[in-house]
């Protein structure tokens, strides 16, 4: 949505893959931006090949993590329906694929890891322009009480000590970079690494909250030793795949954004200003964050 919102507000013609079964207020707002739609989904060859024809360029953010549906898994939408899009795309005589992947970390590969990485390495020899994003944390996710942390109430869940960076990033910063890759003439087969602007360890945004002015806040520590036993009993793709991404987390992910920054240039969204935002939504006085 994100990433059609930016297309749309530079007046770029847009044209989105949505399915039958989409969220009505998402389709609505999708419509409201002026993109055109194309019916299907990323286990539908043939919707793949309609939906790929006279389009110059395809970002590609899809993934079975947060938004299954039946039939939706790592093996058939992150691998296969991403393997499927970049065949559409070559058919169609697209000239450039820009795909949001992220960085896995090689201590915890897991289906999702390696189907991430398969799409990257089609993608290379695709003969297709490509750009890969490799996102770090979301801390729209990853800092929500979604995922247990919730400083607002006084508790958050810490995966680990707590103590190694993250180079947290905006989903917003992510789509922008995305949506800027379409047509940025110096990024062509490219791998881009593509984090926040500041690395902070998760007690170091847990002070942060404080000093804003939240409640004290209790964090629980998942310990490390126990994250690596559920990774290596996970059997379940899923399973598996989250429980790597939460050791990842544990082991820190600081990213040198300078690469990306030189060939996307922009301000990007500090933890501190998430911080801010999160309180201000929840209509709490806020602080200057020390």
């Known amino acids: 949505m994100e990433i059609c919102r930016q297309l749309r507000s530079v007046g770029r013609p847009t044209r989105a893959l949505v399915r039958?079964?989409?969220?009505?207020?998402?389709?609505?707002?999708?419509?409201?931006?002026?993109?055109?739609?194309?019916?299907?989904?990323l286990k539908d060859p043939a919707a793949l090949r309609r939906a790929c024809t006279g389009v110059q360029t395809v970002i590609s953010t899809a993934s079975s993590t947060f938004s299954?549906?039946?039939?939706?898994?790592?093996?058939t939408v992150d691998e296969a329906g991403q393997l499927a899009l970049i065949d559409a795309a070559q058919a169609a005589g697209v000239k450039r694929f820009v795909f949001v992947s992220f960085r896995a970390k090689p201590q915890c590969p897991c289906p999702l890891s390696q189907a991430k990485q398969a799409?990257?390495?089609r993608l290379k020899s695709s003969g297709l322009e490509y750009i890969v994003l490799q996102a770090s944390y979301f801390m729209e996710v990853w800092l929500t009480p979604m995922l247990g942390f919730d400083p607002l109430?006084?508790?958050?869940?810490?995966?680990?000590?707590?103590?190694?960076?993250?180079?947290?990033?905006?989903?917003?910063?992510v789509a922008r970079i995305a949506a800027a890759a379409a047509d940025q003439p110096a990024a062509r087969h490219v791998v881009l690494e593509v984090g926040g602007p500041e690395a902070l360890s998760p007690r170091e945004v847990v002070r942060m909250f404080e000093a804003a002015g939240a409640a004290e806040?209790?964090?629980?520590?998942?310990?490390e030793t126990a994250l690596?036993?559920?990774?290596?009993?996970?059997?379940?793709?899923?399973?598996?795949?989250?429980?790597?991404?939460?050791?990842?987390?544990?082991l820190g992910d600081a990213m040198d954004v300078a690469p990306a920054l030189a060939l996307f240039p922009g301000r990007l969204t500090s933890v501190r200003e998430y911080v801010s935002s999160v309180l201000a939504q929840r209509g709490r006085a806020t602080a200057p964050v020390s």
């Open 20 to 41: 039958s079964t989409a969220n009505a207020e998402k389709r609505a707002q999708l419509q409201q931006l002026g993109c055109e739609f194309a019916g299907g989904d």
């Open 68 to 75: 299954r549906q039946a039939g939706d898994s790592i093996q």
């Open 119 to 121: 799409v990257e390495q």
């Open 153 to 173: 109430n006084g508790k958050v869940r810490i995966y680990g000590a707590g103590e190694n960076r993250l180079s947290w990033i905006s989903y917003k910063d």
């Open 217 to 223: 806040i209790v964090p629980e520590y998942v310990p």
């Open 228 to 250: 690596r036993s559920q990774y290596e009993a996970a059997t379940d793709p899923m399973q598996k795949s989250f429980a790597a991404l939460m050791l990842g987390y544990a």
